[in-house]
């Protein structure tokens, strides 16, 4: 296992069988090597999503490692650790220690999270809440400036993307620069959290933020590219400064020799702890598509939502399209809002090349690189009993 | 000196060349399949690289189905009479078995009992080589051909059983290539496989006395 992020963050090792069936997986055709041939993955087109080190017949691919970083951070009594954990990970950490696909343990990865040391154990779901909330805001001023309202005219084009997924961003970049003014310009739950714990969070636990560590527990593998670009320096510090995955943690767990399932329930610590379902579900296709509408409906609407469900956007279909009519009590009509949620980037150059003729009708499209969403992210758990 | 007089044609012609394609084929694709799945560079490198050497294993695995395949096709009755000759196991070739026909040195055989056409060892091999040979063409046309649609767990078990059957096959053949070309007791056969088919009638009436008792009854 790598230790240092140089050459990308997903990496073939000797152990590669040349079987050819990763070059099917990855979605940007950085994998090469022929059927016979060890596979090379070029770390230019490698959007770091993991896929293949998940769907890899021989265990072969490897993704860079920053628990030895975490260790040692851990075990230095002058600095203070705080870690928070994406809504994905609590339904899948389980698996690792034999518990059935999608039990929540939650309260006992607290638990675990603090027996390992961490000083302060937050959780992602506060900063997805962040990150929806200017999300749904950019997306409703978007709607108004393409609607020719008065005071919206520096907003971005619409369709919107959205802009949590790291392998979608660099996929985007990299091969569609022209979309990037499409992409909204809120940062991920995982970036969010970085800034806030570094200046709010730091002030309220009176600690100097160049002494403190954040760590991420992610399902994810381009979490870790995307903690390392060089412009998420929000807070005047790198604001994540390491990122696990769920595997990762779970060995750290059995590293320890902490018994997790007999672990007694923890909570979050509590003041960044609190956030809504809409921060739940940012995990599983379509979720992020789905918060976004309950927080553009209620603004636009400026009434409760009875029934928070958008059904419409959810299920494994790699492109799903809805329309949800959303009344703007300002301007005193209906608007139907056409969306659309793409889950796999495979699927995704059609749905972007109409935007970038002109051709789309959406005005809001959801890109999630893993199939059926973060919940299948290249950073969990690996049954191979289940493909 | 034996009153047993001339030679007898064991395998004909068509046989021998199936023989010959198996074995010229079954040498390369051990070789490259080694070659690869070790990463041994000095072999997959007589085959110009790895992935060479991969394409030559596979047209080489072609080879290594469409011949026996053709030969089936045009020589069913004899091949129907050996799989006959190879599935039927008598007293007597339990009682070979249990001296291994005297072909091993601590085992001392006066007279080891009467034979068919293949000996109770020839028999099981070759029961073994046809299940060897079709586990391997089972999971290697699938490891080749739809390695992109396989679930990756299929795909695992494929490599796995491909290779460790491979190695199997490999162990045989190697005895094989002993008994018939190396043991002083049994290297005459060699030529009649490689060669010109025939074997001398006193070895065959010694080593293979049901069947030449047969044949001489057909005479």
Known sequence: ?387 | MSEIKGKVLKHDQQTRMMHWVHLICFIILGLTGIAFYWDINIISNIFGGPANASLVHRWTGVLFLTGPTIYILLNFERFSRFIDTISTFTKNDIAWLKTMGGYVPFIKVEHAPPQDKYNAGQKILGGLIIIGCLLIILTGFPMWLWRYTLPAAFLSMCYNIHFWTAIIMILLVGGHFFLAAIHPKSRVEFASMMMDGYVDAEITAHHNESWFNELQKVE
């Open chain 1, 1 to 387: 296992m790598s230790t240092v992020i140089a050459e990308g963050v997903i990496h073939v090792t000797n152990d590669c069988k040349a079987c050819d069936h990763c070059t099917s997986i990855c979605p940007t055709g950085a994998i090469s090597g022929m059927l016979g041939q060890k596979h090379h993955i070029d770390p230019r087109l490698c959007v770091n999503c993991g896929q293949c080190l998940i769907n890899c017949p021989f265990g072969a691919i490897s993704d860079a490692s920053s628990v030895e970083m975490v260790r040692q951070a851990l075990n230095d009594s002058t600095k203070i650790v705080v870690v928070q954990e994406a809504p994905a990970v609590r339904v899948a950490l389980g698996e690792e220690f034999g518990l059935a696909p999608g039990t929540n343990v939650k309260n006992k990865m607290y638990a675990a999270l603090r027996k390992l040391g961490f000083d302060r154990v937050y959780d992602t779901e506060f900063t997805a809440d962040l990150t929806i909330m200017e999300e749904g805001t950019e997306l409703i001023h978007r709607v108004f400036n393409a609607l020719g309202v008065e005071g919206f005219e520096s907003s971005g084009p619409l369709p919107q993307f959205t802009s949590c997924c790291p392998a979608w961003i660099k996929y985007a970049e990299d091969k569609y620069p022209h979309i990037l003014p499409h992409i909204s310009s809120a940062k991920s739950p995982q970036q969010m959290f970085g800034p806030v714990a570094k200046t709010y969070g730091a002030m309220k636990l009176n600690v100097d933020p160049e002494d403190m560590i954040v760590v991420s527990v992610m399902p994810c593998t381009a979490k870790k590219y995307e903690c390392d670009r060089p412009e998420m320096i929000a807070s005047g510090f790198k604001d994540v400064d390491y990122v696990i995955t769920t595997r990762e943690l779970a060995e750290m767990i059995k590293a320890d020799g902490i018994d997790f399932l007999n672990l007694a329930d923890e909570d979050a610590d509590k003041f960044i702890g609190l956030s809504t379902g809409a921060a739940t579900i940012f995990g599983a296709t379509g979720g992020v598509m789905e918060a976004a509408l309950r927080t553009a409906y209620e603004i636009l609407s400026e009434e409760k939502l009875d029934k928070v469900e958008f059904e419409a956007v959810r299920g494994l279909a790699p492109v799903r399209e809805a329309t949800v009519e959303i009344p703007v009590k300002a301007l005193g009509t209906k608007l139907p809002v056409h969306v659309c949620v793409v889950t796999g980037l495979k699927y995704v150059d059609s749905v972007i090349e109409d935007v970038l003729a002109g051709r789309s009708t959406y005005h809001f499209i959801e890109v999630m690189n893993c199939p059926g969403g973060c919940i299948n992210g290249g950073g969990q758990p690996i049954r191979r009993d289940t493909y």
